[in-house]
């Protein structure tokens, strides 16, 4: 029997304090000990005493308590690893607090992964995976696949096997390993099954924000959404005799692990900047360089005048076509 379990979860709330966080994540400020450092840019890091839940946020204040002042523009963020997730369902439910996020708006998720387990590997078999991409009897839209493998010095046996189906660094890949190993060699269970087999995609970003989206507007089970993004992303084939490999007949057992589901689309169409977009961009990202320079000058613009007018030679379409619907919402609300 297969099982599939969210298996890593990360996002940002913007504009919000931490009494609002916490009671989504449903978690007490009591119930968490600060770090000795932040972490990815925010100043201060709190780890969860019921295991690996992590906030982070900058605040000024020298003692913090849930009611310090957070910077709201950098947001609080929340990382539940692997382990936390497990830790973290034991008293809550992980979909539940991704429909609760999702109804506040201001949530980008940076991290989501989807793990699928077969216990017994009877159909998703790390072997036979393995066996089918050497031959290369698989396509896909990731350009590319690795593997790593981990032995023993002094019998050689593995403790750990891995692959990774597209760029660990992009937006969404695929990792398949030996979970049995994995768990040999990272604890003390007698319990673990013999051949177990992990297949986990990993989502960041813009993926993980789709992702979300099917979940909750499309009203798709975690078990829909991860076999239709393999469904979209990649396929186990049998060899013919046909050149194209697009021909070839799906693998049975790959056909058995994603019956039922369509391709899942997971991109999102880029919205043309504004100027309202571009405006905010540079007093985030260039303000403060620009103000440097100026008390450097001493207050001397013309070096700041020379870079406007070279720029404004480089102008593309997307530029002109901002610059005119801006003008043309001004002229709008001038003439109403």
């Known amino acids: 029997m297969l099982s599939v379990i969210i298996d890593w979860?990360?996002?940002?709330?913007?504009?919000?304090?931490?009494?609002?966080?916490?009671?989504?994540?449903?978690?007490?400020w009591d119930d968490f000990k600060a770090l000795n450092?932040?972490?990815?840019?925010?100043?201060?890091?709190?780890?969860?005493?019921?295991?690996?839940?992590?906030?982070?946020?900058?605040?000024?204040?020298?003692?913090i308590d849930i009611d310090s002042k957070i910077n709201e523009r950098s947001g609080v963020h929340v990382m539940i690893t692997g382990?936390?997730?497990?830790?973290?369902a034991a008293k809550h439910d992980l979909t539940k607090l991704i429909q609760r996020l999702y109804?506040?708006?201001?949530?980008?998720?940076?991290?989501?992964?989807?793990?699928?387990?077969?216990?017994?590997?009877?159909?998703?078999?790390?072997?036979?995976i393995h066996d089918a991409a050497v031959a290369g009897h698989f396509t896909s839209r990731w350009s590319k696949w690795d593997e790593v493998n981990s032995r023993q010095t002094s019998s050689g046996e593995f403790i750990g096997r891995t692959m990774y189906f597209g760029?660990?660094?992009?937006?969404?890949?695929?990792?398949?390993y030996d979970k049995s190993l994995e768990r040999k060699a990272?604890?003390?269970?007698?319990d673990v099954p013999k051949h177990w087999t992990r297949l986990e995609l990993v989502y960041r970003k813009d993926r993980a924000k789709k992702l979300v989206n099917h979940m909750i507007d499309g009203q798709k089970s975690l078990g829909y959404v991860l076999r239709g993004?393999?469904?979209?992303?990649?396929?186990?084939?049998?060899?013919?005799?046909?050149?194209?490999?697009?021909?070839?007949?799906?693998?049975?057992w790959w056909n058995e692990l994603l019956e039922n589901v369509e391709k899942l689309q997971l991109t999102i169409k880029k919205e043309a900047k504004t100027i309202e977009d571009m405006t905010s961009w540079l007093d985030k990202q260039i303000a403060p360089t620009?103000?440097?320079?100026?008390?450097?000058?001493?207050?001397?613009?013309?070096?700041?005048?020379?870079?406007?007018?070279?720029?404004?030679?480089?102008?593309?379409?997307k530029h002109k076509d901002a610059i005119y619907q801006y003008i043309s919402k001004m002229e709008e609300g001038i003439a109403a």
């Open 229 to 252: 993004t393999l469904r979209q992303y990649l396929r186990f084939i049998l060899p013919s005799t046909y050149q194209n490999k697009s021909r070839w007949p799906t693998a049975e």
């Open 83 to 88: 382990q936390g997730c497990r830790q973290y």
């Open 186 to 190: 990272n604890s003390d269970e007698k």
């Open 290 to 317: 620009i103000a440097t320079v100026l008390k450097a000058q001493q207050g001397d613009m013309s070096w700041l005048r020379k870079i406007i007018l070279k720029g404004s030679t480089r102008l593309t379409q």
């Open 103 to 128: 109804i506040l708006k201001r949530v980008n998720f940076s991290r989501i992964d989807l793990a699928i387990d077969d216990h017994e590997s009877k159909i998703i078999n790390y072997d036979r």
């Open 9 to 28: 979860l990360e996002f940002t709330v913007l504009d919000a304090q931490l009494p609002l966080v916490l009671d989504t994540i449903g978690l007490d």
């Open 167 to 176: 760029s660990q660094a992009s937006d969404l890949f695929c990792r398949i």
């Open 37 to 63: 450092k932040g972490r990815f840019g925010y100043h201060n890091q709190y780890k969860w005493s019921g295991g690996n839940v992590f906030i982070m946020f900058t605040t000024n204040s020298d003692d």
